[in-house]
């Protein structure tokens, strides 16, 4: 029998705290953000369990990468807690959860959202091990090769953003992902206990 684990303890105020804290993350690419609180024992990262729970719910779908849809407590979980669908199709999820950064399908394999309706596309929650933020507002330092540089709304200047591991060419994904603005995916990269947005209206430089 599979273990069925809690969710937040405090059904109520940690999850509007987590819900401040990606609102946060979401209107300041590039910041990293400390969650303010996280669920109890579960089969997910910390950060990622939390952000997933504030913001599943019954009329959204979850795509798993293979490594947690071969874990049959991680659908469980995820049914029991947020009434979510699970869906094999990465193009019909609402969100997408990926601990596999090295693996993880091409960007426009997800829903990209119409031009009526943008807010119909993918948000991807990608857990990594390590997570650093910056924002200068005329940086000339150099950078590791691995670091993202952005402008764009919400950023004063640049903000960098680096973290491991990176799904393959990332860079040049996350431009392209910009070019079909207002339509295309957004991320939310999910450290131990933090996290950082990445949405679809920063400009990556060097991308190209």
Same mark, same amino acid.
Request: charge should be negative; glycine fraction near 6%; charged fraction near 15%.
């Given at each position: 029998?599979?273990?069925?684990?809690?969710?937040?303890?405090?059904? #109520?105020?940690?999850?509007?705290?987590?819900?401040?804290?990606?609102?946060?993350?979401?209107?300041?690419?590039? !910041?990293?953000?400390?969650?303010?609180?996280?669920?109890?024992?579960?089969?997910?990262?910390?950060?990622?369990?939390?952000?997933? !729970?504030?913001?599943?719910?019954?009329?959204?779908?979850?795509?798993?990468?293979?490594?947690?849809?071969?874990?049959?407590?991680?659908?469980?979980?995820?049914?029991?807690?947020?009434?979510?669908?699970? /869906?094999?199709?990465?193009?019909?999820?609402?969100? *997408?959860?990926?601990?596999?950064?090295?693996?993880?399908?091409?960007?426009?394999?997800?829903?990209?959202?119409?031009?009526?309706?943008?807010?119909?596309?993918?948000?991807?929650?990608?857990?990594?091990?390590? !997570?650093?933020?910056?924002?200068?507002?005329?940086?000339?330092?150099? %950078?590791?090769? *691995?670091?993202? #540089?952005? /402008?764009?709304?919400?950023?004063?200047?640049?903000?960098?953003?680096?973290?491991?591991? &990176?799904?393959? &060419?990332?860079?040049? %994904?996350? *431009?392209?992902?910009?070019?079909?603005?207002?339509?295309?995916?957004?991320?939310?990269?999910?450290?131990?206990?933090? #996290?950082?947005?990445?949405?679809?209206?920063?400009? #990556? %430089?060097?991308?190209?």
């Amino acid at each position: 029998m599979i273990a069925i684990h809690p969710g937040f303890i405090d059904t #109520i105020h940690e999850p509007q705290a987590v819900f401040r804290a990606l609102l946060d993350a979401m209107s300041r690419p590039g !910041l990293v953000v400390a969650l303010p609180a996280a669920p109890g024992a579960c089969p997910l990262p910390k950060a990622m369990a939390a952000t997933i !729970l504030t913001l599943a719910d019954h009329e959204t779908t979850i795509w798993l990468d293979p490594g947690l849809a071969a874990r049959p407590e991680v659908a469980s979980y995820l049914r029991f807690a947020t009434a979510a669908k699970i /869906t094999p199709e990465p193009h019909t999820a609402t969100f *997408a959860l990926v601990c596999d950064p090295l693996t993880m399908p091409p960007l426009d394999a997800f829903a990209q959202g119409t031009p009526d309706y943008p807010d119909r596309s993918t948000t991807i929650l990608l857990a990594v091990d390590r !997570l650093d933020g910056a924002t200068a507002a005329n940086s000339r330092d150099a %950078q590791p090769e *691995a670091t993202l #540089i952005m /402008t764009g709304p919400g950023i004063d200047g640049t903000a960098t953003l680096d973290f491991t591991p &990176q799904p393959p &060419q990332l860079r040049h %994904q996350l *431009a392209q992902n910009r070019s079909r603005f207002p339509m295309g995916v957004d991320l939310i990269v999910c450290a131990p206990d933090a #996290i950082a947005a990445l949405p679809r209206s920063a400009r #990556i %430089q060097g991308g190209s």
